[in-house]
């Protein structure tokens, strides 16, 4: 099970889970240590946490490029990220793993609401995806020359 989920759902990036079975569908990455963005990133992780939606905020000392790379690797659908022009302008923008999209949010919008509709158009896409390339590979041979065509000996 593992080796196929590797399999289909891999990129020229790593692995991509999809957001149900992820161990942290989102992380929250606050760029810079003003104390108000802080407190918005842990404002959101609550709110994302008493709604079922696993989390965690990167406050660690290493650098956002190095952070966003990490979260890549670790496998983690979706990120938020919170900075001080950002803040400036009531501004947040989240952006998914698996098309690299981003997308700009007001910070008075219900991130319950916003998070959830997109973690699913996630698990919708991976599955759809993953269904056109099996579709795609898959063929039914009526006669042994059929398939000597598609796999020569």
Not at 109 to 118: F, R, T
Request: some cysteine; proline content about 4%.
């Amino acid at each position: 099970m593992i080796g196929a989920l590797i399999m289909v759902h891999g990129d020229d990036n790593g692995l991509v889970l999809p957001p149900k079975i992820a161990p942290t569908q989102v992380v929250i990455v606050p760029i810079g240590n003003d104390e108000n963005i802080l407190k918005l990133a842990e404002d959101f992780s609550k709110k994302l946490q008493n709604a079922g939606i696993s989390n965690y905020i990167d406050n660690s000392e290493k650098s956002v490029e190095f952070k966003f790379a990490e979260h890549e690797v670790n496998v983690i659908p979706f990120r938020i990220e919170i900075g001080a022009r950002d803040l400036e302008q009531q501004l947040f923008t989240m952006s998914r793993r698996d098309t690299r999209e981003r997308f700009i949010y007001k910070i008075n919008c219900n991130i319950v609401s916003a998070v959830s509709h997109l973690l699913d158009d996630i698990q919708v896409s991976l599955y759809n995806k993953a269904l056109r390339r099996r579709d795609e590979s898959t063929f039914t041979a009526k006669n042994l020359d059929e398939v000597k065509k598609i796999m020569p000996v």
